[in-house]
């Protein structure tokens, strides 16, 4: 399988959310870190996508972790790695397009995946990493918006390192 890096979008995160929804690819959009003497902060992230049936949630995986495949039908995920580093897939069933993108400390910024794309991560490194993620409708436990796959289910996609 081939797989190619989302697009980069330098504009807004709202026009990269509608550019996602509207040609059904998944989109990167770089952040810089503010930075002072006292540290360092990635600020006003997410803003102007949330909405009242969205919600934020945080997760670690552990290294040697694949959380993949899943997709959703009325939902777009929004990915940060605060910590360490993950390998986002993506993949068009449809089209039988993949795209792969290491996100994290030292590559900020956020991954947009519209409806109905297959998505997971896989953790990269030996470190734990931590995944901000805001979605657009929130969890129904009565009614989840997912459907699930196994994290080998589409043959190729390339979860491993990729020595180059």
Do not use: C
């Given at each position: ?69 899943h ?37 900020p910024?956020t ?54």
């Open positions: 399988m081939n797989t190619t890096t989302p697009p980069t979008f330098s504009g807004s995160l709202p026009d990269a959310h509608a550019k996602a929804l509207e040609t059904r690819t998944p989109q990167f959009v770089p952040t810089s870190h503010f930075t002072d003497d006292r540290g360092w902060s990635l600020m006003n992230q997410m803003q102007g996508v949330m909405s009242d049936q969205g919600q934020i949630n945080f997760s670690v995986q552990y290294p040697g972790v694949i959380k993949a495949w997709r959703h039908t009325l939902q777009t995920d929004f990915w940060m790695a605060l910590v360490g580093h993950l390998k986002v897939g993506v993949y068009d069933q449809d089209s039988n397009t993949a795209w792969s993108i290491v996100i994290g400390e030292k590559r910024g991954v947009i995946i519209p409806p109905p794309l297959w998505h997971g991560a896989a953790t990269v490194g030996n470190t734990p990493a931590g995944l901000l993620y805001y979605v657009t409708h929130s969890y129904n436990p009565a009614k989840p918006d997912e459907e699930r796959a196994s994290h080998d289910a589409f043959p190729g996609f390339p979860w491993h390192v990729e020595h180059k």
